[in-house]
Nanobody, 127 residues
Framework: QVQLVESGGGLVQAGNSLRLSCAAS????????MGWFRQAPGKEREFVAA????????YYADSVKGRFTISRDNAKNTMYLQMNSLKPEDTAVYYC????????????????????WGQGTQVTVSS
């Protein structure tokens, strides 16, 4: 059974950093693009960042570009999101996701293209 588990969320003050992790189990995801999305209360789930199968290509929403860094360790079946210079508007539940169809596809910002999702981890940034 495929499972994605996010961790690393919490409450931080504006300007500080957090590192989220997404651990995958049940199968190996080294051939697939992965992404991070977030959902704030009353808002739709939105794209944050995505990474291709090898980690060689990354993509970011304009709102986080220059502050967040996505990475992956295929040997550990784990993806990360380093979040620096956090702002109150970054407050949301953060979800990781895997796009497995087809393998080696260029990452997409379209959340409907992702096949597996984690349960989410809360990030709260106070001003």
């Amino acid at each position: 059974q495929v499972q994605l588990v996010e961790s690393g969320g919490g409450l931080v003050q504006a300007g500080n950093s957090l590192r989220l992790s997404c651990a995958a189990s049940g199968r190996t995801f080294s051939r697939y693009a992965m992404g991070w999305f977030r959902q704030a209360p009353g808002k739709e789930r939105e794209f944050v960042a995505a990474i291709n199968w090898s980690g060689g290509s990354t993509y970011y929403a304009d709102s986080v570009k220059g502050r967040f860094t996505i990475s992956r360790d295929n040997a550990k079946n784990t993806m990360y999101l380093q979040m620096n210079s956090l702002k109150p508007e970054d407050t949301a539940v953060y979800y990781c996701a895997v796009d497995e169809t087809p393998p080696f596809r260029i990452p997409t910002m379209d959340r409907t293209r992702y096949d597996y999702w984690g349960q989410g981890t809360q990030v709260t940034v106070s001003s």
